[in-house]
């Protein structure tokens, strides 16, 4: 069958590694998502396979067991997942996220610690920014830590942790005013704590609390939590990049790639929506023949079809300049703008093919309708990408003289 969304200029690793996912995604994934998301079932036989596959390290640098890919290709490789399950996206999402502020920002020994562990899948990782009392709002983080001789003492409460109960790794952005006199610049005196723990709920160490899971709308199986630090002692080498200060920068530098991972997300779910739509629109008859041949339906196809290459383009530019060594924050946010926006569209002119049919539980799409509203708020809501491509675009075209 013909297939949309196709990436012009791949190497042939590069293809290798995507005909394998989506292998993969057919035969594992999609036969059994939308029974385990129904029983809100944390998919481990299909994490397991993506051990297997490698793609835990497919981000991570040779030296360190990884297989040192490319965004791109990790982009790509999402895309597909997403278009199987979204919520196995967000399972190696925030482990790549992690992973990557490591490598870029990390100590020499906290990249010789943690990496070649979190190649092979052994130490998974999740990011905590969030806070009850805010949500895009990073510099009102009230989370802190207190220097006590060779340790930090952390206290405060985190919302919206994905992989908050099976990741074993959390990267933790709290308030530390050690060396910053009071009225710097909040994001300038933030710090990212490395913060082991073991999996499941409760007290997972002492001093850090992981409640029960968030019951969700949708974005089910994966587990969203809350972490609650209470005396949470860390001891100072656990500090990434192991100076204070830098990490609203290191958070954002996380953010800036996991916007690309969400706009790929984007992608494959709405993928899977025309697949489905299209799928059912040449079954269902009506007034003798299928719907397919009803203009109606044609023009609803076709504007789908269009989204989803249009949000495509946009996420493989988005990861291509990253991977150039280039600032991407406009292309990313664009990427992300867009490919969750049109995800939604493509989604409900899906279900509206559908008809009633589409309200049931025993549809696909059902799950889908479900799942995409959280792309729209995931690594920053449309709001904040319009601000920041705005603010970009003012910089690059701003008026001389």
């Known amino acids: 069958m013909a297939r949309l969304a196709q990436t012009a200029g791949l190497t042939d690793v590069q293809q290798e590694i995507l005909?394998?996912?989506?292998?993969?995604v057919d035969k594992e994934i999609i036969p059994v998502a939308t029974e385990l998301e129904h029983r809100d079932e944390y998919p481990q036989q299909i994490v397991d396979g993506l051990k297997e596959l490698g793609l835990f390290g497919l981000m991570i640098p040779e030296e360190y067991g990884g297989l040192g890919e490319s965004l791109l290709t990790y982009a790509l490789c999402v895309e597909e997942i997403a278009r199987g399950w979204m919520s196995v996206s967000g399972i190696i999402n925030t482990h790549f996220i992690v992973a990557y502020m490591i490598k870029q920002h990390g100590t020499q020994e906290q990249k010789e610690h943690f990496l070649p562990r979190m190649a092979l899948g052994e130490v998974r990782g999740a990011f905590s920014m969030s806070e009850p009392a805010l949500g895009s709002d990073v510099s009102a983080i009230s989370s802190k830590a207190v220097r006590d001789g060779d340790e930090y003492v952390l206290n405060g409460q985190k919302m919206w942790l994905t992989n908050g109960g099976s990741s074993t790794l959390v990267a933790v952005l709290v308030r530390s005013d050690e060396g910053h006199p009071e009225g710097t610049a909040p994001h300038k005196s933030m710090t990212t704590f490395l913060v082991e723990k073991e999996p499941g709920f409760g007290e997972v160490r002492p001093g850090l609390t992981i409640p029960g899971k968030i019951d969700k709308m949708g974005y089910k199986?994966?587990?969203?939590?809350?972490?609650?630090?209470?005396?949470?002692?860390?001891?100072?080498?656990?500090?990434?990049?192991?100076?204070?200060?830098?990490?609203?920068?290191q958070m954002m530098d996380g953010v800036e790639v996991g916007r690309v991972n969400v706009a790929a997300r984007g992608c494959g779910v709405a993928q899977r929506a025309f697949e489905l739509g299209v799928s059912y629109a040449q079954q269902r008859h009506t007034f003798g023949k299928p719907i397919a041949q009803h203009q109606a339906i044609q023009f609803k196809l076709a504007e789908m079809a269009t989204k989803v290459e249009a949000a495509h383009a946009m996420m493989v530019n988005a990861a291509r300049k990253k991977d150039s060594g280039e600032r991407n924050d406009l292309e990313a946010g664009m990427a992300k703008y867009?490919?969750?926006?049109?995800?939604?569209?493509?989604?409900?002119?899906?279900?509206?093919i559908h008809g009633g049919y589409g309200f049931s539980k025993e549809y696909e799409i059902e799950r889908l309708y479900r799942e995409a509203p959280m792309l729209l708020i995931g690594e920053g809501t449309a709001e904040i990408q319009k601000m920041i491509i705005g603010r970009r675009l003012l910089e690059e075209y701003r008026l001389q003289g």
């Open 19 to 24: 005909s394998t996912v989506r292998d993969f």
């Open 221 to 249: 199986g994966v587990d969203t939590t809350e972490l609650i630090m209470d005396g949470l002692r860390v001891p100072a080498n656990r500090v990434l990049g192991g100076a204070t200060g830098r990490g609203f920068y």
């Open 338 to 352: 867009l490919a969750s926006e049109y995800c939604k569209e493509v989604v409900e002119d899906a279900f509206r």
